[in-house]
């Protein structure tokens, strides 16, 4: 079975210009979330889906990062603007049922904004 | 508010050592309680979990966590390391109410000498 998967592995970008990751959740996972790894920091929940609905989006930092989950399946995280505090590892996780369970996590993609 | 704490940044431990790794945490209720291990390149792997029942659980690669209600405390030990353990190592803790978002502490750099 495929684990979750992130695209890309690496970004670096500069201020002021768009850039989006996708996750690929393992098959059958209805659950999928996003955190970011700031430098040093701890790994922060952004946000929650399930299938296609955001369920929690507490965690978002600002209105720059927009998240969708199409038809339920691959989730995009896209940043518009990028500012150099974006920079971080942002992982994405799946998880089969609704409930605290284990969460599979992918590798990671690691955003450099210059 | 839901947090975790692990105090130690960086540790190095020789191989065949033993190994302790420390995780308290600050939550209202029962904590559901994770070890994760993040090798170079991979994503975060589950070593344990903790729900309910017997404090001390036994995961992967010869790792086994305790429990321990009175010291909001979830240390991560080995009793002889290997140099694959060397790896970042991260505690969470989730909770169904809060919408199955976990919440991380700021990790542990396993580093194991020859």
């Known amino acids: 079975e495929a684990g979750v998967t992130q695209f890309p592995s690496h970004s670096v970008i500069e201020k002021g210009q768009t850039v989006t990751l996708r996750c690929d959740p393992i098959?059958?996972?209805?659950?999928l979330y996003w955190y970011r790894r700031v430098m040093g920091k701890e790994i922060k929940f952004l946000l929650h889906?399930?299938?296609?609905?955001?369920?929690?989006e507490s965690g978002m930092p600002n209105n720059r990062f927009l998240a969708e989950r199409t038809g339920g399946t691959y989730s995009t995280l896209k940043v518009q603007p990028a500012e150099l505090e974006d920079s971080g590892v942002y992982f994405c996780?799946?998880?089969?049922?609704?409930?605290?369970?284990?969460?599979?996590f992918g590798p990671g993609t690691r955003l450099t904004v210059l | 508010a839901q947090s975790v704490t692990q105090p130690d940044i960086h540790i190095t431990v020789s191989e065949g050592a033993s190994l302790e790794l420390r995780c308290n945490y600050s939550?209202?209720?029962?904590?559901?309680l994770f070890w994760y291990v993040q090798s170079p390149g991979q994503g975060l792997q589950l070593l344990l979990k903790?729900?309910?029942?017997?404090?001390l659980v036994q995961g992967i690669k010869g790792f086994e966590a305790e429990f321990k209600r009175s010291q909001s405390s979830f240390n991560l030990r080995k009793p002889s390391v290997h140099w694959s353990d060397a790896a970042e190592y991260f505690c969470?803790?989730?909770?169904?109410?809060?919408?199955?978002?976990?919440?991380f502490g700021t990790g542990t750099s396993l580093t194991v000498i020859p």
């Open positions: 996780a799946s998880s089969q049922v609704r409930l605290v369970n284990e969460q599979f």
């Open positions: 098959s059958g996972h209805d659950n």
């Open positions: 889906f399930v299938k296609e609905s955001k369920q929690d």
């Open positions: 939550y209202g209720a029962t904590p559901y």
């Open positions: 903790y729900f309910s029942g017997d404090t």
């Open positions: 969470a803790v989730g909770a169904r109410h809060t919408g199955n978002q976990f919440y």
